[in-house]
């Protein structure tokens, strides 16, 4: 929903001294601004640098139109401005819909959001000033950094787009978010607990890689800050880095990694973050107390099992099935908060084809869930990640179902434990 | 060769809108058409997809299907194909749902039993609600989906909506839903006094037998098989797939069981679109499914039993089949 500016709002006679300063200067409309619709009654005006719509009175619109030229607001009215006039423009200055006339200028760089068409499972999309939901989604479409692997940039919009099918709902009467059934577990999940889709990080093409970290790494600090549960759509998994690195700066993590491969390339020059060796730089990061990789297996150059460094464990397909999702369980410091990063390459490719690096002898979808509802359940998670996910690897969509699935899965159970508590 | 097309060349009875045309294969080698006495299993296609709201596709199966079954060795069963319902583009869907109701009548007629090779899933209700005229019916309906939207009456339905207008049939005295999974909006455990759900969980962990508990044994079933039962890794070409399904051989035990231990009065096969295939894969798993089908059927009918099914005719007679 767009917000409103209304001539008039404020009933009193004073005004703020911001306001009061724009008596004497020189205005102008930004040249980002664009007209979307007007009628009699309202007009609706965008700002497509920051991707702001405002919805606004006639008489407001038709005022503004003097601005079209840099002019003070008393050259414009012809006389001394009310205040409500004044607070007016003060609210559109500050939304950056007009400008100081005096100053060339300059491009907005400061956008840190794309907007998307499908928020996730159609749940609201957060928008500046709203109140701070249980989960936030956020999609990271970056996928520069996954050695022989391009695509994944366009996995968040696949996932958004197919978790349609699980509409996020809320009862009519009581406001409260519907939740799911889950029919494998004949029980009803995440009800009361509220989703926002924040959108997608920007990514700007040619940046350097620390720039995008920095600005993923910034919103996750908002939406941590909020209150609310990060969950990343990626991208290649180099993703993971700028959200773990935020949140181990505030507590110690274990970093829980269901991935087919350790990610530990040991070779990759020292401050290159790619999808081989994210984990490596993640275990050089202080916060970063355990890791544990969860659906190992094939023929890799990587460390073995054996030679794990020390705070990391490797837990194989293999070893999982044989000794149960209590492996899993008994590696995970019971005091220590988790982050869950999920590679879709730790299913076996027959569940999840669109995988840039497929690998037989991965997880059944059922095991995984057992998984993450074991974890979620016994454990404080506090953030998560599905990435490396190719969409055009897929067929028939049902890979953007199975992560769809995943989410459920683990946010149900983290949910779970949370209401129990 | 569209669809509506198909059937207007070849054998026909005349009037009959139901045929196979010259240069199609059979299903499996089978004779063709309604020549021939005695009891046996009548396949018939229903090439008609207007009742899936999410992709159409499925009317491509039937015909995709005999393709595929040309390798596979001819069942024992006594069977025949009877080519495809013919399906005008552009007809009124309650006119095309009449089509199938006459069809089955025609092999009901024959001494034959039906084995309709759909199409969606709206397919089924006009066979199951022309079945239940000769006697009571159980349904055993496998699908990752319950069917069971709100229907507000009217003459069409579409696939989403099928399994709630099913159990409201008199005649149709217990529905068995098993394969349902994933997550939904709503509870869909318990849907009536009528309906039983097995999730596919519950049938992966307890085998064919919790079916069977729910399907009482002196009653006809009709089984109704949505391929999309099947997980997506074996069966791809579905229109909405569902993860965490189950494997194609945990569907034949259900099949082998259900045929030896009840008497299967009919049959479906729908949902099938083969344009979401992969290589032919689900097609040809499918065809797979079918000849089990047809050998568990003819294997039950060899086996003599102490309260063995009765006689098609037997069954019209009386909607008690056992005689106690």
Same mark, same amino acid.
């Given at each position: 929903m767009s917000d409103s500016v209304a001539v008039g709002a404020s009933g009193r006679g004073e005004v703020s001294a911001t306001a009061a300063e724009l008596r004497s200067k020189k205005l102008v409309i930004s040249k980002w601004v664009a007209l979307e619709a007007v009628d009699e009654r309202k007009a609706i005006i965008f700002h497509s640098a920051t991707a702001s719509r405002l919805s606004v009175s006639r008489a407001l619109y038709d005022f503004v139109r003097c601005f079209e030229r840099p002019t003070t607001v008393a050259e414009a009215l012809g006389r001394e401005p009310q205040p409500q006039a004044l607070e007016a423009l003060e609210k559109l200055v500050t939304k950056g819909f007009l400008v100081d006339g005096e100053v060339p200028e300059q491009p907005?760089?400061?956008?840190?959001?794309?907007?998307?068409?499908?928020?996730?499972?159609?749940?609201?999309?957060r928008r500046a000033g709203d109140a701070a939901t249980d989960v936030a989604v956020l999609g990271a479409p970056y996928d520069l950094a996954s050695p022989g692997a391009v695509g994944m940039r366009d996995a968040p919009e696949a996932i958004r787009r197919r978790s349609f099918d699980f509409e996020y709902q809320v009862d009519f009467r009581t406001g409260r978010p519907k939740g799911w059934f889950d029919a494998d577990r004949a029980l009803r999940i995440l009800e009361g607990v509220t989703f926002s889709d924040w959108g997608d990080v920007v990514v700007e093409h040619g940046e350097a890689q620390r720039a995008f970290f920095d600005?993923?790494?910034?919103?996750?600090?908002?939406?941590?800050?909020?209150?609310?549960?990060?969950?990343?759509?990626?991208?290649?998994?180099?993703?993971?880095?700028?959200?773990?690195?935020?949140?181990?700066?505030?507590?110690?993590?274990?970093?829980?990694?269901?991935?087919?491969?350790?990610?530990?390339?040991?070779?990759?020059?020292?401050?290159v973050v790619n999808a081989n060796c994210v984990v490596r730089r993640l275990w050089d990061l202080d916060g970063v107390k355990r890791i544990v990789n969860v659906g190992h297996r094939g023929y890799t150059v990587n460390p073995k099992v054996e030679q794990a460094p020390e705070r990391v464990e490797i837990l194989t397909v293999r070893r999982c099935r044989t000794e149960g999702v209590a492996s899993v369980l008994e590696a995970l410091p019971e005091a220590v908060p988790v982050y869950l990063t999920l590679d879709v390459n730790v299913l076996d490719p027959i569940y999840a084809p669109a995988t840039t690096h497929p690998t037989p002898g991965g997880f059944t979808l059922d095991?995984?869930?057992?998984?993450?509802?074991?974890?979620?359940?016994?454990?404080?998670?506090?953030?998560?990640?599905?990435?490396?996910?190719?969409?055009?690897?897929?067929?028939?969509?049902?890979?953007?179902?199975?992560v769809c699935h995943l989410v459920l899965a683990a946010l149900g159970a983290i949910f779970g434990r949370r209401q129990a508590r | 060769m569209s669809g509506a097309r198909r059937g207007l060349v070849g054998r026909r009875e005349a009037g009959s809108g139901l045929g196979l045309s010259h240069g199609s294969p059979s299903f499996f080698s089978l004779n063709r058409g309604r020549s021939g006495r005695g009891l046996h299993l009548a396949m018939v296609g229903f090439p008609y997809d207007l009742g899936n709201v999410v992709a159409a596709g499925s009317r491509e199966a039937p015909q995709r299907l005999r393709e595929a079954s040309v390798s596979c060795e001819p069942p024992r069963a006594e069977a025949r194909d009877w080519g495809d319902v013919e399906i005008p583009s552009g007809e009124d869907p309650e006119v095309t749902h009449g089509r199938l109701v006459e069809a089955v009548s025609a092999v009901l007629e024959k001494d034959g039993l039906p084995l309709i090779v759909g199409g969606d899933h709206s397919t089924s209700y006009p066979v199951i609600e022309r079945l239940r005229r000769e006697g009571d019916l159980t349904v055993l309906w496998l699908d990752a989906h319950t069917d069971f939207s709100p229907w507000h009456g009217g003459g069409a339905h579409d696939h989403k909506q099928v399994l709630r207008r099913v159990a409201g049939l008199d005649g149709v005295r217990r529905v068995v839903q098993a394969g349902y999974r994933g997550y939904t909006l709503e509870a869909e455990l318990d849907l009536s006094d009528r309906v039983?759900?097995?999730?596919?969980?519950?049938?992966?962990?307890?085998?064919?037998?919790?079916?069977?508990?729910?399907?009482?044994?002196?009653?006809?079933?009709?089984?109704?098989?949505?391929?999309?039962?099947?997980?997506? $890794?074996?069966?791809?070409?579905?229109?909405?797939?569902?993860?965490?399904?189950?494997?194609?051989?945990?569907?034949? $035990?259900?099949?082998?069981?259900?045929?030896? $231990?009840?008497?299967?009065?009919?049959?479906?096969?729908?949902?099938?679109?083969?344009?979401?295939?992969l290589g032919g894969r689900t097609c040809a798993m499918a065809c797979e499914l079918l000849h089990d089908f047809l050998e568990h059927w003819f294997a039950a009918l060899q086996t003599p039993k102490e309260r063995g099914p009765p006689s098609p005719r037997a069954w019209r007679a009386s909607t008690r089949l056992w005689d106690q």
């Amino acid at each position: 929903m767009s917000d409103s500016v209304a001539v008039g709002a404020s009933g009193r006679g004073e005004v703020s001294a911001t306001a009061a300063e724009l008596r004497s200067k020189k205005l102008v409309i930004s040249k980002w601004v664009a007209l979307e619709a007007v009628d009699e009654r309202k007009a609706i005006i965008f700002h497509s640098a920051t991707a702001s719509r405002l919805s606004v009175s006639r008489a407001l619109y038709d005022f503004v139109r003097c601005f079209e030229r840099p002019t003070t607001v008393a050259e414009a009215l012809g006389r001394e401005p009310q205040p409500q006039a004044l607070e007016a423009l003060e609210k559109l200055v500050t939304k950056g819909f007009l400008v100081d006339g005096e100053v060339p200028e300059q491009p907005r760089s400061g956008r840190r959001i794309r907007a998307v068409s499908h928020p996730l499972f159609n749940c609201p999309v957060r928008r500046a000033g709203d109140a701070a939901t249980d989960v936030a989604v956020l999609g990271a479409p970056y996928d520069l950094a996954s050695p022989g692997a391009v695509g994944m940039r366009d996995a968040p919009e696949a996932i958004r787009r197919r978790s349609f099918d699980f509409e996020y709902q809320v009862d009519f009467r009581t406001g409260r978010p519907k939740g799911w059934f889950d029919a494998d577990r004949a029980l009803r999940i995440l009800e009361g607990v509220t989703f926002s889709d924040w959108g997608d990080v920007v990514v700007e093409h040619g940046e350097a890689q620390r720039a995008f970290f920095d600005r993923a790494a910034s919103l996750i600090r908002e939406i941590v800050e909020e209150g609310s549960m990060p969950v990343l759509l990626g991208g290649d998994h180099s993703t993971t880095f700028p959200a773990v690195e935020e949140l181990q700066g505030r507590r110690e993590l274990t970093v829980l990694q269901l991935d087919a491969h350790t990610d530990f390339d040991p070779s990759v020059s020292a401050g290159v973050v790619n999808a081989n060796c994210v984990v490596r730089r993640l275990w050089d990061l202080d916060g970063v107390k355990r890791i544990v990789n969860v659906g190992h297996r094939g023929y890799t150059v990587n460390p073995k099992v054996e030679q794990a460094p020390e705070r990391v464990e490797i837990l194989t397909v293999r070893r999982c099935r044989t000794e149960g999702v209590a492996s899993v369980l008994e590696a995970l410091p019971e005091a220590v908060p988790v982050y869950l990063t999920l590679d879709v390459n730790v299913l076996d490719p027959i569940y999840a084809p669109a995988t840039t690096h497929p690998t037989p002898g991965g997880f059944t979808l059922d095991e995984i869930k057992t998984i993450l509802h074991a974890v979620g359940s016994d454990r404080e998670v506090v953030g998560m990640d599905v990435v490396e996910m190719d969409p055009a690897r897929d067929i028939g969509s049902v890979t953007s179902i199975v992560v769809c699935h995943l989410v459920l899965a683990a946010l149900g159970a983290i949910f779970g434990r949370r209401q129990a508590r | 060769m569209s669809g509506a097309r198909r059937g207007l060349v070849g054998r026909r009875e005349a009037g009959s809108g139901l045929g196979l045309s010259h240069g199609s294969p059979s299903f499996f080698s089978l004779n063709r058409g309604r020549s021939g006495r005695g009891l046996h299993l009548a396949m018939v296609g229903f090439p008609y997809d207007l009742g899936n709201v999410v992709a159409a596709g499925s009317r491509e199966a039937p015909q995709r299907l005999r393709e595929a079954s040309v390798s596979c060795e001819p069942p024992r069963a006594e069977a025949r194909d009877w080519g495809d319902v013919e399906i005008p583009s552009g007809e009124d869907p309650e006119v095309t749902h009449g089509r199938l109701v006459e069809a089955v009548s025609a092999v009901l007629e024959k001494d034959g039993l039906p084995l309709i090779v759909g199409g969606d899933h709206s397919t089924s209700y006009p066979v199951i609600e022309r079945l239940r005229r000769e006697g009571d019916l159980t349904v055993l309906w496998l699908d990752a989906h319950t069917d069971f939207s709100p229907w507000h009456g009217g003459g069409a339905h579409d696939h989403k909506q099928v399994l709630r207008r099913v159990a409201g049939l008199d005649g149709v005295r217990r529905v068995v839903q098993a394969g349902y999974r994933g997550y939904t909006l709503e509870a869909e455990l318990d849907l009536s006094d009528r309906v039983k759900v097995v999730p596919s969980r519950r049938l992966r962990q307890e085998g064919p037998v919790a079916v069977l508990d729910l399907l009482p044994p002196d009653v006809a079933c009709y089984l109704s098989l949505d391929i999309d039962v099947v997980d997506p $890794a074996y069966a791809p070409a579905t229109s909405t797939p569902v993860p965490g399904g189950l494997t194609p051989a945990e569907v034949e $035990a259900v099949l082998a069981e259900v045929c030896g $231990a009840r008497a299967v009065r009919g049959m479906d096969l729908v949902e099938i679109n083969p344009s979401r295939d992969l290589g032919g894969r689900t097609c040809a798993m499918a065809c797979e499914l079918l000849h089990d089908f047809l050998e568990h059927w003819f294997a039950a009918l060899q086996t003599p039993k102490e309260r063995g099914p009765p006689s098609p005719r037997a069954w019209r007679a009386s909607t008690r089949l056992w005689d106690q």
